[in-house]
Structure formats: structure tokens, C-alpha cells
């Protein structure tokens, strides 16, 4: 569960930030570049970022499967799912810039975004004002698909370095035995999209509320949303 959870936050960190710079300075040099190395990371696929992944922790002499911390130290344990982590990372990354790109280039076009840098707001407030705020109604439906994606990739990264988790259920097919795991398996997967499906829509329908009976103040100024 930390490799999902994990890598979860990094890449949407990461990708929503990426994303952000790409939409509002998307004629530098240096956002070009980003551009470029996204671009090859995403056709990159994750049967060979495994294998490399694997190479380049036996160069640097780390762990090459995953130590647990009954078995090893805290920082073995680390050192044993950073890489994992980093990859799959890496991989989820383009993902999440796919999505919020879009999404984020049409608020960064607005006219609510040139009225707020027209009446001398910091980027701090516009970004959290304008941006994320009005990134959560049309943003948020797109995690479902996300941490889709995110379990999808998880369970080929835990086959290569030996990460107890849900890939290595797909073994014991055969035994009888492990049946009831594996359906406990598919029915928490089921929930958890579920769940995070309901709590979005509601979230969404919350502030679709808000937009239809409130105004909404930025600075000295308001207008209605």
C-alpha cells in the first residue's frame, strides 16, 4: 500500500505542477524542455523502465527486491522501495499532466484569471483562488481514473521487485485455497474506486451549489461564479 500511496502523492505533485508551468509559460525554453523529457518518459514503457530500474540499483549497490523491516533496518527497508516508487512515479506522471493540462490551460485563458492579474493580485492568491479552485470542479472526476491507472501499473512494478501486494495474489490462480483473498482483493479495489468515485461527485456537487446561490470574494472584489 506505500508504493500506491506514495507514489500517489509524488506524481500528482509533481504532474499538477508540471502541468500548471506548462499551461502558464508554455513558450519558454526551459518548459519546452520539460515538455520534450515528458514526452519520452511516457513512451517509455513500464516493461522496460522495470528492468533499467533494476540495473541501476545494482550499479549503486542498493536493494534490488523489496526489504522489509522485520527482515532489515528502517533505511534498508527505504532504500528497497525508493527506486519502486520513483518508477512508478515516473510513469504516472504523464498521466496526470494529460489530464489537468487541459483543464488548467482553459482556467490560465479566463477571464477570471486576466481580472485578477489585472487588479494586481500575487501569484499566491491567484494560483489558490482562481487556479486550484477552479481546477477542484472539473479535476477532481479525474482521480477515479488516475489511481486506475496507478493500482494497473503498481501490481508490474511489485512483480519486479518482489513487493508483497496484490500482483503476487495472481499466483496461487490455481489453489482453492487463495480464493478468498483474491476476491477480498478485487472487492477492496472495488470499494476504494467506489469511494473516492462518490466523494469527488459530491465535493463537485457541493461547490456547483455554492456557484449557483454565493458569490465568491477575491480581494475587495466580487463577482458571480
Do not use: C
Not at 500511496?5 to 506548462?22: N, R
Not at 533494476?54 to 523491516?69: A, E, G, H, R, S
Not at 479525474?142 to 513487493?163: D, G, N
Request: without cysteine; proline residues 4%.
Amino acid at each position: 500500500m506505500i508504493l500506491v500511496s506514495s507514489s500517489f502523492i509524488i506524481s500528482f505533485i509533481v504532474g499538477f505542477y508540471l502541468a500548471y508551468l506548462l499551461a502558464h509559460k508554455n513558450k519558454t525554453i526551459s518548459i519546452k524542455s520539460i515538455n520534450i523529457l515528458i514526452f519520452i518518459f511516457s513512451s517509455i514503457p513500464v516493461f522496460i523502465l522495470g528492468p533499467l530500474a533494476i540495473i541501476f540499483n545494482k550499479t549503486l549497490n542498493l536493494p534490488t527486491v523489496y526489504i522489509d523491516t522485520y527482515l532489515g533496518s528502517y533505511w534498508q527497508s527505504f532504500l528497497s522501495i525508493f527506486t519502486p516508487i520513483l518508477v512508478l512515479s515516473l510513469v504516472i506522471i504523464p498521466l496526470v499532466i494529460g489530464f489537468n493540462y487541459p483543464i488548467l490551460k482553459q482556467i490560465t485563458q479566463s477571464e477570471y484569471y486576466s481580472w485578477a492579474k489585472a487588479n494586481g493580485f500575487s501569484k499566491n492568491k491567484i494560483f489558490w483562488s482562481v487556479i486550484v479552485r477552479n481546477w477542484i470542479s472539473a479535476g477532481l472526476s479525474k482521480l477515479v481514473f488516475i489511481y486506475i491507472y496507478l493500482i494497473t501499473y503498481s501490481m508490474i512494478i511489485e512483480r519486479f521487485f518482489y513487493i508483497p501486494g496484490q500482483s503476487f495474489i495472481f499466483q496461487y490462480l490455481n489453489n482453492p485455497q487463495y480464493l478468498n483473498l483474491l476476491m477480498y482483493s478485487i472487492l477492496l479495489n472495488i470499494t476504494l474506486i467506489f469511494s473516492i468515485k462518490s466523494l469527488t461527485d459530491l465535493i463537485i456537487y457541493i461547490l456547483d451549489i455554492k456557484k449557483m446561490y454565493t458569490f465568491v470574494k477575491i480581494g475587495v472584489y466580487k463577482w458571480n461564479k
